[in-house]
């Protein structure tokens, strides 16, 4: 196991992404800006401008690299040279595509790794089109390579198949997120939404790390106590070997725990809630659309490869009975507390945003329901899990993204973001109206929009997996969710507006909106067109 | 009736639900102030949707030993066993011109509407493309799909143009019915494993030797009971007469005359053709609260002073009396309860029609006693009205007559006691709706501002006589339904009465 040369195309995006991060920070610090209005309004516009054509390149490449739309031929003889050269150029990229061992054993290239890649760069693409036209900062430079080194370091947490891996990837991700959250620093609620996500955030590591150091401890031991050969015992396939010759292991499934509460706190989960409906408020609304669909992905997708590639000898089953034990039915209980409280407290809220935090907290708790299904040794049922799983992260990612662009174009127009700053918004501008409602509609999940299907795949999953009561109680929940979806529908379109002058909408964020209810409707109407793709990423690469 | 043979090949059923979706989309790029033009294209449209399902209904052959006719079939997501599969039957047909006649009397009430047109018939042709959609899908994912298309845009409808308590009304209607697709989730991934066959297609889980006896008892409730709250069942039914009061009239026409049919359709079609088992063992539960619903209802209705809440609350009784058919389970009561859904559909249409269009949105007001002496100031108001009170109260030669004496001949063959007790409402219905009658139509005019009043439009005309007309046919004529509905119940009844076998062999 050695680091090739030929592993450097497969970790491309990544490279790519870093590099351009320098670029955008270089262009900022380097160049002479003068310091009147219009030249910081430019500098602005220029770093924005360069992170999203990158962001567009690099989401090409990773689309081209990952052979979901096409395999490219191999030259012939008599092929034009110049288009052989092409060819084979590609024939490299797609070289880097998915398949093969992980890296080092640490960086798995599957296809869970191309599909949440492509789901964390698009996301960052839009979030960074909808911070455009977004009110301007003091440092545009380091605003935008913030977002691009929590991109990367998403990246990597998708693909860690390693604990050190994992737990760098989280860091990156998370260190870059707890600036962004606290950007606009003299503005009380984003300087405390900062700190607060810091505070919350560091003690979460802690605990991940404690859990990472008991399943290294435990690997190693096993090892030794069996007279093997000297291993790394921070991989997750030797965890799952450790975990697998000494069954009934107490220690590994302390470790379970611990890892999950650290990662609980990423996709805040209940009880490793409390931080997000403050931070999502606080936060400039566009990084609170990054952190509440990418950050929140990029966790669940590290939790499952963590779950199913290095603990799977304690899956254990989550239906409430007498063979409850192991993570799913930790999962389970998660997931029950999680649903419950998301949406009860969602309830009260008298802010968009906030509600939203809330609402989102809910989400988390249906998406766990996917992974439960994880308990059945059937291979479909796994490939259903997993491609339900994948598909809710993707409509939420697409539906969050545009929800909160929506709230970031209200506030900067109409100066708020509660749920009155909404009353009245048909007669102010109908096609934000319209797209807004969409998105509502599919977080309520209403059929056919993908957020209708998101939840009924992740039904189907947590009902197969035997989790009935989990189910009932996610069902019964989503019809108390639809009352404060309700409440937007009815504050855009029935309540009379405080004034009439339109609201416009800046071109750059209009098209992540039209990108993102386009997703939404797409994947609704036509889920079988990802579909085949997503059941392919189950074949997680270090299992 | 089966007079001609249609050419196989043309999607007719996707064509009808498609037939209110263009013009919901051609709405969309019509400007705000093209008032005309987009009342013109909703109506044309409606009227094309009636149309094809009139061309449908007597293109279908229900002495054909295959009784699910006009078969589409389309994948959607195949590898979760998920396909657009449509189909019709004789319970189909029937609902699909009730909807056509529905949509397009209530489409011609709805000329009216001046505030937000645009919106509003975008919302009213997408419910009701939702409503065809549900009477002809056999997959019962799209089934769903369909359904709560058909539910949701009710929230807007009601919450923005209602009058009475709207914005109560709306959210109350909504959470109620979403309380309800809760439990048909629950049911239909019950079915989804419990079959085994990882697949939504109704004909294939129709099977009933795929499903244990105590299976079906156990999943039967949260299905049938998820659609029962639509259609208004004991103790499920409160949401009704708030949400009819509440709406604009077209929407209460919608609503009363085919959605809640929607809601006794899925009962019929999804928990009783599925779980014949399990339906069989809950009959009697389910008679007693119709029982409930059908006297209850009829007594409410009595003592309101609101016209539309009477109205709301027969319906309340009338939806009680179709469930009553399904749960006599038995041939005559299926056909009795398929007869009452279409008959009361026209009826209750009408009665909106009257008391919504006609006369509160010229009086503004509903109270009994504020009203009086209509009949001299719009005699064709009272004479339509009298039709569908006829009907209403089950006079023979009108269409309720026929539904409601096969409903208590099939329930005598069932729980003779109940039949007894039920038709207790009879002569309830029949105080109420004269009473009603003689206050608001015949006695003396009491307010001297109502001779004043604008006059009937051409639009109220039609679509009223239209309704009454179909009421009078049916009335004279119910083999042209009642053939066609008994080839489709017969295979339900079936299995059900083979369910009673079983439990007696044991």
Known sequence: MSFQITDIPRLLPELMLLALALLVLGTDVLERWGTDPESQRERGKAAGQLTAIGLGFVFVVALVQSKFLFTIPAPTADTNPILAYLLTLGGNLQAGGPGGAPILGAFATDNLTMVARLIFIGAAFLTTLLALDYRPSGNPGEFYALILFS??????????????????????????????????????????????????????????????????????????????????????????????????????????????????????????????PDVYQGAPTPITAFVSTASKTAGFILLYRVLVTAFPSITGSPGFDSNFSGWTSLLAIIALATVIFGNLSALPQKNAKRLLAYSSIGHAGFVLLAILLWTSTSPTDRTFGTASLIYYLLAYTATNLGAFGALAVIRDAVGGDDMSDLNGLWRRNIGLTLMLTIMVLSLAGVPPLSGFWAKFFAFMAGYKAGALLVVSVSVAMTIVSLYYYLGFLKAMWMNPPKSTEPVRTPPAMNVTLVISTILVLLLGLFPNLVWNILSQATLVAGR | MHLYDLPTGVPWLSLIWLSMLVPAIIMMFLKPEQKYAIRMTGTIFAFISLALSLLLFFGYDYTSAQKLQFVEELPWLPQAGINYILAADGISMPMLILNGFVIFTGALMSWNIEERTREYWILLLILTAGVYGVFVSVDLFLFFVFYELAVLPMYLLIGIWGSTRKEYGAMKLTLYLMGGSAMIIIGMLALYYGSGLRTFDMRLLAQAALLPTSFQIAFFPPLFLGFAVLAGMFPFHTWSPTGHVAAPTAVSMLHAGVLMKLGAYGCLRAAMWLMPEGAHYWLLPIAIATLINAVYGATIAMTQRDFKFMIGYSSVSHMGLVVMGLAAGNEIGLIGSVLQMFAHGVMTALFFAVVGRMIYERTHTRQFPELGGMAKIMPFAAFVFVIAGLSSMGMPGFAGFWAEFNIFMGMWDRFPLISVLAAVSIPITAAYILRAMYTVFFGEVKDPSFFKLPKLTWQEYTGASILAAVILITGLYPSLLTEMIGSGVRPIAEAIQHAGTLTLGR
Do not use: C, D
């Open chain 1, 151 to 276: 991109t990367a370091g998403m990246n990597f947490m998708a693909a860690a198949s390693e604990l050190i891996l994992a737990y760098i990837a989280l860091e990156l991700s998370s260190i870059s997120l707890y600036i962004l959250a606290g950007y606009f620093r003299n503005e009380r609620i984003s300087a405390e939404a900062g700190i607060k996500y810091f505070l919350f955030g560091s003690l979460s590591s802690g605990i991940l790390l404690y859990g990472m150091s008991l399943a290294y401890g435990f690997t190693a031991s096993v090892n030794h106590a069996n007279g093997g050969q000297p291993i790394i015992a921070t991989l997750f396939s030797e965890i799952a070997k450790a975990g697998a010759a000494s069954p009934g292991g107490s220690l590994l499934t302390l470790a379970v725990i611990f890892v999950l509460a650290g990662i609980g706190y990423k996709v805040a989960v209940v009880p490793f809630h409390s931080w997000s």
